[in-house]
Structures are given as structure tokens and as C-alpha cells.
């Protein structure tokens, strides 16, 4: 039995079966049938235990989301002590919780943000981003990359790939324009006609395996939406909270964007919560009709204690030091695996912990996960090229634990190389 308090299941069994007669068929069938049937039961840092008991180091994060580990304690203690009293509080009124984060975004953000605007989650978050630029422009048109992905919601789910657009007839081309990542020639001729809105874009795309972005792009996007009259939007759900050793991946790029989203991890994994930096530009609309956005969750003044601290745990000089430690030891530690096996691992694309290893053949990244799984380690694939295997250490992950992933991750690639080559395609 596997009692918990408010919920009980007789076993992993009837829990997964109960798993596709209520919640998620297809779901729950796909991960089973991808040799993954985890249930997450106990989490603690950077482990998670599944309901059998098996124990896993995390290095999916849910995209970042646990950045600094299941459970934190200090942001568990802060929200615990919050809920003595405050609650989600009231989005109508000035509030003391949104406009103390407020304050703190601000005060860490680059340069040119002023104000804030709060999201239950990303997708939410994105939306608001759009709407934002399209107030500020009066224009419609948002330009994104092909295989983008920034949510679900209903504007953020049409500037993603048709993968996550098409099933609910999201797909809405003539407005949601997308052009190849790294072309900066394609990126100028989509907002020539002057006609755009915004463009957004994450420093490093996630769902499409975490391409870099080549030197000077971004910088020169930037500097075409400004000759264009688009705004830019900088999606930093899964690439800011000093994932790539500075607070905003942004920064690193010295660009000062007109929005930029946070997500994920700013809850720390214990209340959700999601924000929207605005410029004075883009923010006009705060101005002008302050109910211009309602959102009963939205900046819910529990999940602003959590951001609060989450941010102020994540910019302590010591905490960005250790992001380029284990960044070192995480990027060296891999160099030398793919030394040995340099035909099957082709590529380890890093910034910071953000990481994507790309493997030769078509879902390589498949074959690794699977392999990892069964050695104690979860990492996702991507889905918009499962050849790259998402790989996204904790910023505060212990050195001895990141060692144990790497003799992990050794082994993983290893076997993963013969499965793949078993499987009759491509790998050494
Ligand atoms: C880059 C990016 N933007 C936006 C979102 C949407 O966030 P949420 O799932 O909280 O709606 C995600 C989620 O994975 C994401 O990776």
C-alpha cells in the first residue's frame, strides 16, 4: 500500500492503470512503451525516487523548473511560513506580494525593463508578451523560429512547431510567420515589410534541442527588429536563473530586449508562478488599462514569496561561481566520453548547465534515455530532434553527485552506442 494521506494506491500497478482510465491515456502509454515507467514518489534535491523504489538522479529539472532541487528547503521554509499569512491574495488590488518581487525582477534585469506583468505559468506568460507587443506596435504579426516552442496557451501555442499547433487548429501561418534558426537573412526579409510586432525568441532553443545560437545572431536580430519597428522578446523560461552562469542568458549577448519571460524554475518548483518584464514601450498598455490582463493565479502572492527567494538563492555570488564549476566539470567530464566514442556522440552543445548532446542517428537521444534510465539517471529527449538528449544539471548540484552522473552517463552512451546499432541504423 502507498499511502498518501489524502490519496492512496494498492501499487504502481493499479496507480498506472487508474493513470490512463482518468487522467491521460496516451500519455501514460507512451512513456511505458518508451521503457521509461516512472512515477515520481520521493524527491529531495536532485533525486527523485520512483513508486518501486528506484532511485534517480534528475537531470531533466522539468526544463529547469527544479533548478535548485526538489523540495528546496529555504524556499519551502519561506512559502511555509508565508501560508501563516498570506494566501494567493487578490489580483484586483495593489498587492504587497507581486510588487515586492516586482521590485527585485526589476532591480536584476537588464536594462530597460520597468515594469512587471504576472502569469500562472508560461504559456500564460508568453501570451502576454505578445499582447504586449502587439498593444505597443499595433501590429499582429510575431515572428518565430521554426521548431520554436514557448507553451501552449493560446497565442504562445501558435508561434511553436505544428507538432503542438495543428491538433486544436492553432496553426495560424499568416500571422505567426517562422523562419530557420542562425538565418539572418530569412529573419531580415520576414520583418522588412514592417509589419511585425515582435519577434520572439529563446536564447537557446530547449524543445528544439538547444542549438546555439552562432555568434553575433541574436545581436543582429536584435538590431533588425530595431531598423523594423519589432519589438524583441526574449523567452527565458528555460535558459534564465543563472542556468548559463548569469542570471538572463540574454546578458551574455549584452541585449537589452523589450520583454523578457520567466517561468519554470522562478517558482522553485514549489508554487507557480511566471512574470513578464516590460519596457516603458511595451508596458504601455499597465498605463493606459491596468485590467487590460486578468489572472486570478497569476503572481499569486504565495508564489511571489517563492520567486523572492528563489532569485535572491540564485544570485548569490557563491551560487553563480559554482554554476561555472560544475559547468566546467560537466563540459570537460563529457569532452573526454565523446572522445571515445566520437562517431556515435557528435556533438555536446553547452552554455553553462544548459546542455544538449547530439547523437548520430535520427533519435539517438532515445536509445541514451533509456539506457540512462536504467542506470539511475532521468534526462529527456528532445522532441522537436530527438537526436539531442537535453542534459540540465542542478546549479547547486554537489560535486560528488555530478561525478556519479558523469560514470553514469559514460556507461549510458556506451551501451546506448550498441543498442542504436543493434536497432540497424547509424552509430559506431
Ligand atoms: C521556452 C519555453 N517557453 C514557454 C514554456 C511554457 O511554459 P509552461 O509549461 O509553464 O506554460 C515552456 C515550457 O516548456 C518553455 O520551455
Not at 384 to 397: A, E, F, S
Request: hydrophobic share 40%; with cysteine.
Amino acid at each position: 500500500m502507498h499511502d498518501y494521506d489524502t490519496f492512496r494506491f494498492d501499487s504502481k500497478a493499479e496507480m498506472l492503470e487508474k493513470s490512463e482510465q482518468y487522467w491521460n491515456p496516451d500519455k501514460t502509454r507512451f512513456w511505458s512503451d518508451s521503457g521509461v515507467d516512472l512515477v515520481i514518489d520521493r524527491r529531495e534535491g536532485y533525486l527523485l525516487w520512483d513508486m518501486d523504489g528506484r532511485r534517480l538522479i534528475d537531470v531533466h529539472l522539468n526544463g529547469g523548473t527544479y533548478n535548485l532541487g526538489h523540495r528546496n528547503p529555504e524556499v519551502v521554509g519561506a512559502v511555509k511560513a508565508a501560508m501563516d499569512q498570506f494566501d494567493i491574495g487578490n489580483h484586483h488590488f495593489p498587492s504587497l506580494g507581486r510588487t515586492a518581487l516586482a521590485e527585485a525582477l526589476i532591480s536584476t534585469a537588464p536594462e530597460g525593463l520597468t515594469k512587471v506583468a504576472y502569469a500562472s505559468g508560461g504559456g500564460e506568460a508568453i501570451d502576454i508578451a505578445i499582447k504586449s507587443a502587439r498593444h505597443a506596435t499595433q501590429k499582429r504579426k510575431i515572428v518565430s523560429i521554426v521548431k520554436a516552442y514557448h507553451g501552449h496557451t493560446g497565442l504562445a501555442v501558435a508561434t511553436g512547431d505544428d507538432r503542438f499547433s495543428k491538433l486544436f487548429l492553432a496553426d495560424r501561418p499568416a500571422e505567426f510567420p517562422q523562419v530557420p534558426f542562425n538565418d539572418i537573412a530569412a529573419m531580415e526579409h520576414a520583418l522588412s515589410g514592417r509589419d511585425v510586432a515582435a519577434v520572439i525568441m529563446e536564447t537557446i532553443p530547449a524543445t528544439y534541442g538547444f542549438p546555439l545560437p552562432q555568434p553575433g545572431y541574436l545581436e543582429q536580430v536584435k538590431v533588425i527588429c530595431e531598423k523594423y519597428g519589432a519589438l524583441y522578446i526574449a523567452d527565458e523560461v528555460q535558459t534564465g536563473l543563472m542556468r548559463t552562469g548569469e542570471l538572463w542568458a540574454i546578458a551574455k549577448h549584452n541585449i537589452a530586449p523589450d520583454i523578457l519571460v520567466t517561468g519554470k524554475g522562478l517558482s522553485g518548483g514549489i508554487y507557480p508562478i511566471a512574470a513578464v518584464l516590460l519596457s516603458e514601450q511595451s508596458g504601455a498598455w499597465l498605463r493606459e488599462d491596468g485590467f487590460g490582463h486578468i489572472s486570478t493565479f497569476g503572481g499569486a502572492e504565495l508564489g511571489c514569496v517563492a520567486a523572492l527567494k528563489t532569485l535572491e538563492i540564485s544570485n548569490r555570488p557563491e551560487v553563480r561561481s559554482m554554476v561555472h564549476y560544475i559547468a566546467d566539470l560537466v563540459g570537460s567530464g563529457l569532452q573526454e566520453v565523446q572522445a571515445a566514442h566520437p562517431e556515435w556522440f557528435t556533438a555536446i552543445r553547452q552554455n553553462g548547465v544548459v546542455l544538449g548532446l547530439e547523437f548520430a542517428h535520427p533519435e539517438g537521444a532515445k536509445f541514451v534515455m533509456r539506457e540512462l534510465y536504467q542506470l539511475g539517471v532521468w534526462a529527456i529527449f528532445s522532441t522537436l530532434d530527438p537526436r539531442v538528449l537535453q542534459y540540465k544539471p542542478g546549479i547547486l548540484m554537489a560535486p560528488d553527485l555530478v561525478e556519479e552522473l558523469l560514470d553514469r552517463t559514460s556507461l549510458a552512451i556506451a551501451r546506448a552506442a550498441h543498442t542504436a546499432a543493434g536497432s540497424g541504423r547509424k552509430a559506431s
